[in-house]
């Protein structure tokens, strides 16, 4: 089993700059799939970025040239470097790693954008 635990939101400013961090433990983390989802109270959850086993990143239009994705298999962590933060940004931000049929998700972490 796949436990992810994430870590660096809280409240920054618009402009502001922000990295999420997400630990994998119990499993092989080279092998996965690494995505950044967020959900806004009453918004569906909304797939932000994906990195592949190979490093190949993908973004929502609305964070391409603000958000980075990148992984560090040496330390089992996917991070998420979002900068000039707008309030649209504002929500849950959840890891999750996939592979195959297998998915596991983090436990969210809150992302306030906010003067």
């Known amino acids: 089993q796949v436990q992810l635990v994430e870590s660096g939101g809280g409240l920054v400013q618009p402009g502001g700059s922000l990295r999420l961090s997400c630990v994998a433990s119990g499993g092989t983390f080279g092998i996965y799939g690494m995505r950044w989802y967020r959900q806004a109270p009453g918004k569906q959850r909304e797939l932000v970025a994906d990195?592949?086993?190979?490093?190949?990143?993908n973004y929502v239009d609305s964070v391409k040239g603000r958000f980075t994705i990148s992984r560090d298999n040496a330390k089992s962590t996917v991070y998420l470097q979002m900068d000039s933060l707008k309030p649209e940004d504002t929500a849950v931000y959840y890891c999750k790693a996939v592979w195959l049929i297998y998915d596991y998700w983090g436990q969210g972490t809150q992302v306030t954008v906010s003067s």
């Open positions: 990195i592949s086993n190979g490093g190949r990143t």
